[in-house]
């Protein structure tokens, strides 16, 4: 199975998306580091963007040198949305990291 891709189509369609999706972003970001964090896989792309309004197609992806730096900024997401079971386990994720890091 392929990665989820997005179109965007107009600016409103790119506004709209970064705002309505934010927690669905973190989400797949959060799933996908647990996922990458037990099988011992060094990279895992996320989805894919296709944006004509702006010309371009990325694939957003995490890599195991930012995992942490991107749970980071799931922390502070779930924090600011008060949604605190998935910040005890995104902080239980990153400390699980950082230990296997030492």
Sequence with gaps: MGIPIIYIENESEEEKYL???KFS???KILESIETAFV???DRMELFQVVNNFRGFTFIVMVEK???VDSLSKCLNFYEETEE???CVRT???INKIEKQIK
């Design 39 to 41: 099988e011992d896989i």
């Design 19 to 21: 705002q309505q999706y």
């Design 84 to 86: 605190y079971e998935l």
């Design 91 to 93: 902080q239980n994720l």
């Design 65 to 67: 040198e930012s995992w």
């Design 25 to 27: 972003i973190h989400s």
